[in-house]
Protein backbone atom coordinates (compact mmCIF):
# COMPACT_ATOMS: atom_id res chain seq x y z
CA UNK A 1 0.00 0.00 0.00
CA UNK A 2 1.24 3.46 -0.84
CA UNK A 3 1.19 5.90 2.20
CA UNK A 4 0.78 9.68 1.86
CA UNK A 5 4.64 9.97 2.73
CA UNK A 6 5.44 8.35 -0.52
CA UNK A 7 2.91 10.43 -2.71
CA UNK A 8 4.36 13.36 -1.25
CA UNK A 9 7.84 12.00 -1.64
CA UNK A 10 7.26 11.13 -5.00
CA UNK A 11 5.80 14.39 -6.01
CA UNK A 12 9.02 16.29 -4.81
CA UNK A 13 11.08 14.18 -6.53
CA UNK A 14 8.82 14.99 -9.75
CA UNK A 15 9.45 18.86 -9.27
CA UNK A 16 12.85 18.38 -8.54
CA UNK A 17 13.68 16.83 -11.53
CA UNK A 18 11.82 19.39 -13.58
CA UNK A 19 14.01 22.20 -11.60
CA UNK A 20 17.00 21.30 -12.44
CA UNK A 21 17.93 23.52 -14.70
CA UNK A 22 15.88 26.71 -14.15
CA UNK A 23 18.14 28.17 -11.92
CA UNK A 24 20.86 27.81 -14.85
CA UNK A 25 18.22 28.94 -17.12
CA UNK A 26 17.19 31.86 -15.10
CA UNK A 27 21.01 32.82 -14.75
CA UNK A 28 20.99 32.75 -18.99
CA UNK A 29 18.39 34.58 -18.35
CA UNK A 30 19.83 37.41 -16.20
CA UNK A 31 22.82 38.11 -18.72
CA UNK A 32 20.43 38.30 -21.22
CA UNK A 33 18.31 40.90 -19.63
CA UNK A 34 21.85 42.52 -18.39
CA UNK A 35 22.63 43.07 -22.60
CA UNK A 36 19.44 44.34 -22.58
CA UNK A 37 19.20 46.67 -19.91
CA UNK A 38 22.88 48.56 -21.07
CA UNK A 39 21.71 48.79 -24.52
CA UNK A 40 18.70 50.88 -23.59
CA UNK A 41 21.32 53.02 -21.00
CA UNK A 42 24.17 53.77 -23.61
CA UNK A 43 22.19 53.37 -26.99
CA UNK A 44 19.86 55.89 -26.65
CA UNK A 45 19.70 57.18 -30.39
CA UNK A 46 18.76 54.05 -31.88
CA UNK A 47 15.04 54.37 -29.97
CA UNK A 48 12.49 56.66 -31.45
CA UNK A 49 11.13 57.02 -27.64
CA UNK A 50 11.77 59.84 -25.11
CA UNK A 51 14.73 59.50 -22.76
CA UNK A 52 12.52 58.63 -19.75
CA UNK A 53 10.83 55.59 -21.24
CA UNK A 54 14.04 53.99 -22.25
CA UNK A 55 15.03 54.88 -18.22
CA UNK A 56 11.74 53.47 -17.30
CA UNK A 57 12.56 50.18 -19.37
CA UNK A 58 16.23 49.97 -18.38
CA UNK A 59 15.04 50.33 -14.41
CA UNK A 60 11.83 47.23 -15.35
CA UNK A 61 14.56 45.28 -17.36
CA UNK A 62 17.01 45.39 -13.78
CA UNK A 63 14.11 44.67 -11.40
CA UNK A 64 13.01 41.57 -13.30
CA UNK A 65 17.27 40.66 -13.26
CA UNK A 66 16.95 41.14 -9.64
CA UNK A 67 14.18 39.04 -9.15
CA UNK A 68 15.37 36.08 -11.00
CA UNK A 69 18.62 36.30 -8.64
CA UNK A 70 16.53 35.24 -6.05
CA UNK A 71 14.58 32.50 -7.62
CA UNK A 72 17.02 30.93 -9.09
CA UNK A 73 19.37 31.08 -5.74
CA UNK A 74 15.75 30.18 -4.07
CA UNK A 75 15.02 26.92 -6.35
CA UNK A 76 18.91 25.66 -6.25
CA UNK A 77 19.35 25.79 -2.94
CA UNK A 78 15.17 24.48 -1.68
CA UNK A 79 15.16 21.72 -4.63
CA UNK A 80 18.67 20.80 -4.97
CA UNK A 81 19.42 22.33 -8.19
CA UNK A 82 22.86 23.38 -7.39
CA UNK A 83 24.95 22.78 -10.40
CA UNK A 84 29.03 23.17 -11.13
CA UNK A 85 27.77 25.44 -14.22
CA UNK A 86 25.08 26.96 -11.93
CA UNK A 87 27.60 27.86 -9.20
CA UNK A 88 30.05 29.71 -12.71
CA UNK A 89 26.82 31.08 -14.09
CA UNK A 90 24.94 32.92 -10.96
CA UNK A 91 28.00 34.82 -10.16
CA UNK A 92 28.56 35.64 -13.53
CA UNK A 93 25.57 37.17 -14.37
CA UNK A 94 25.46 39.20 -11.06
CA UNK A 95 28.82 40.71 -11.99
CA UNK A 96 27.21 41.49 -15.56
CA UNK A 97 23.67 43.09 -14.02
CA UNK A 98 25.88 44.60 -11.76
CA UNK A 99 28.76 46.11 -14.04
CA UNK A 100 25.94 46.85 -16.97
CA UNK A 101 23.73 48.91 -15.00
CA UNK A 102 26.80 50.96 -13.49
CA UNK A 103 28.66 51.35 -16.92
CA UNK A 104 25.66 52.68 -17.97
CA UNK A 105 25.20 55.27 -14.97
CA UNK A 106 28.64 56.70 -15.34
CA UNK A 107 27.83 56.86 -19.26
CA UNK A 108 24.84 58.41 -18.19
CA UNK A 109 26.92 60.98 -15.62
CA UNK A 110 24.13 60.09 -13.00
CA UNK A 111 26.46 57.53 -10.86
CA UNK A 112 29.64 59.06 -8.71
CA UNK A 113 32.54 57.56 -10.66
CA UNK A 114 34.43 57.11 -7.33
CA UNK A 115 31.61 55.06 -5.69
CA UNK A 116 31.24 52.87 -8.72
CA UNK A 117 35.11 53.19 -8.77
CA UNK A 118 35.15 51.39 -4.87
CA UNK A 119 32.39 48.97 -5.57
CA UNK A 120 34.22 47.35 -8.51
CA UNK A 121 37.18 47.16 -7.38
CA UNK A 122 35.74 45.19 -3.93
CA UNK A 123 33.64 42.88 -5.98
CA UNK A 124 36.56 41.94 -8.61
CA UNK A 125 39.22 41.46 -5.52
CA UNK A 126 36.63 39.45 -3.84
CA UNK A 127 35.56 37.34 -6.76
CA UNK A 128 39.21 36.53 -7.27
CA UNK A 129 39.78 35.77 -3.06
CA UNK A 130 36.76 33.57 -3.16
CA UNK A 131 38.06 31.71 -5.84
CA UNK A 132 41.25 31.16 -4.01
CA UNK A 133 39.25 30.53 -0.65
CA UNK A 134 37.18 27.62 -2.53
CA UNK A 135 40.74 26.34 -3.89
CA UNK A 136 41.62 26.05 -0.12
CA UNK A 137 38.62 24.22 0.56
CA UNK A 138 37.23 27.37 3.07
CA UNK A 139 33.49 28.33 3.03
CA UNK A 140 33.23 30.66 0.80
CA UNK A 141 29.02 31.06 1.18
CA UNK A 142 27.70 34.76 1.29
CA UNK A 143 27.07 36.13 4.07
CA UNK A 144 24.37 37.84 5.86
CA UNK A 145 25.81 41.30 5.02
CA UNK A 146 26.99 40.12 1.63
CA UNK A 147 23.24 40.05 0.99
CA UNK A 148 22.70 42.76 2.39
CA UNK A 149 25.19 44.85 0.40
CA UNK A 150 23.63 42.81 -2.58
CA UNK A 151 20.13 45.21 -2.03
CA UNK A 152 21.62 47.53 -1.24
CA UNK A 153 23.57 48.17 -4.64
CA UNK A 154 20.47 47.10 -6.14
CA UNK A 155 17.82 49.45 -4.57
CA UNK A 156 20.52 52.30 -4.96
CA UNK A 157 20.84 51.27 -8.84
CA UNK A 158 17.47 51.42 -9.41
CA UNK A 159 16.82 55.01 -7.67
CA UNK A 160 19.60 55.92 -9.96
CA UNK A 161 18.31 54.68 -13.32
CA UNK A 162 14.73 56.16 -12.63
CA UNK A 163 16.84 59.55 -11.91
CA UNK A 164 15.38 59.64 -8.68
CA UNK A 165 16.65 61.85 -5.76
CA UNK A 166 18.56 59.99 -3.33
CA UNK A 167 20.19 57.80 -5.96
CA UNK A 168 23.93 59.05 -4.97
CA UNK A 169 23.16 59.21 -1.21
CA UNK A 170 21.72 55.46 -1.15
CA UNK A 171 24.74 54.76 -3.76
CA UNK A 172 27.31 55.93 -1.09
CA UNK A 173 25.54 53.79 1.27
CA UNK A 174 25.87 50.71 -0.46
CA UNK A 175 29.31 51.67 -0.59
CA UNK A 176 29.68 51.49 2.92
CA UNK A 177 28.40 47.81 3.06
CA UNK A 178 30.32 46.60 -0.14
CA UNK A 179 33.42 47.34 1.81
CA UNK A 180 32.55 46.69 4.96
CA UNK A 181 31.16 43.08 3.47
CA UNK A 182 34.29 43.02 2.05
CA UNK A 183 36.42 43.16 4.76
CA UNK A 184 34.24 40.67 6.38
CA UNK A 185 35.62 37.57 3.32
CA UNK A 186 39.14 39.41 4.20
CA UNK A 187 38.83 38.24 7.86
CA UNK A 188 37.55 34.98 7.45
CA UNK A 189 40.82 34.45 4.91
CA UNK A 190 43.14 35.87 7.35
CA UNK A 191 41.80 33.97 10.05
CA UNK A 192 41.79 30.62 8.60
CA UNK A 193 45.45 31.17 7.63
CA UNK A 194 46.61 32.14 11.48
CA UNK A 195 45.38 28.72 12.63
Given at each position: ?I?????K???????????????????????F?A??????????????????????????????A?????????I?????????????????????????????????H?A?????????????F??????V??????????????????????????????????????????????????????????????D
Open positions: MTSDAILNKYLTWQKKLKNVPNILAALRILFLMYLFLVNRDIFNIHSSWLDYFAALIFVISITDFFDGFARNFNAVSKLGEILDPLADKMLILGAFLGLLFLRNAWAVYLILVREFITGLRVMASEGLSVKASFIGKVKTVSQMIAIAFLLMNWPFGNLLLWIAVFLTLYSGIGYLKVYIKAHD
